[in-house]
């Protein structure tokens, strides 16, 4: 049994409970504008859901956040909420401006890839044959002769 820091979460329904408090603290978030009149409303401005955020509102790094998913307990309300954390990242590959940051994230945190995918084929869609051509070996008298 290894010693290490004592846990800041006893268990799986206090972590969950956090983490439901971090999802609502990103989505109450608006910012304040005033009209012409001098009217004041608020505008909805969501923070966007990360898991450094995450990791942050709950006093810990990403890392410490990552090794919870590895305790049995933990597993399933980690992966919960990094499932919700990847579908509003996936849901933002709509918005142009913000794409690459977003791709970096989606491969970064959740093991996306980009792939390509080649077909060779020769001019009639058959296989590519392939002939080896080995050098023929001369001695230096036949070289001297031929050139």
């Known amino acids: ?3 290490g820091r004592p846990l800041k979460f006893k ?3 206090e972590l969950e409970e956090a983490i439901r408090a971090y999802f609502d603290y990103c989505d109450e978030r608006v910012d304040v504008k ?3 009149e001098g009217e004041m409303i608020e505008i909805p401005n969501p923070r966007p859901y990360t898991i450094s955020g ?18 049995d307990e933990f ?10 954390i990847e579908a509003f990242v996936e849901e933002s ?16 945190n959740f093991g996306w890839e ?4 080649l077909e060779h084929s020769g001019p009639d869609g058959s296989a590519i044959k392939f002939v080896s051509s080995t050098p023929e070996v001369v001695n230096e008298d036949e070289w001297n002769n031929d050139n």
């Open 114 to 117: 980009e792939k390509q995918s």
């Open 93 to 108: 590959l709509w918005t142009p401006k913000v794409a690459q940051g977003v791709v970096f994230n989606l491969k970064n």
């Open 34 to 36: 005033f009209t012409k």
């Open 54 to 71: 995450l990791a942050y509102y709950l006093g810990t790094t990403r890392q410490t956040l990552l090794n919870y998913e590895q305790k």
């Open 75 to 84: 597993f399933d309300t980690v992966r919960a909420a990094k499932a919700k």
């Open 11 to 13: 268990n799986a329904d």
């Open 1 to 3: 049994m290894s010693a």
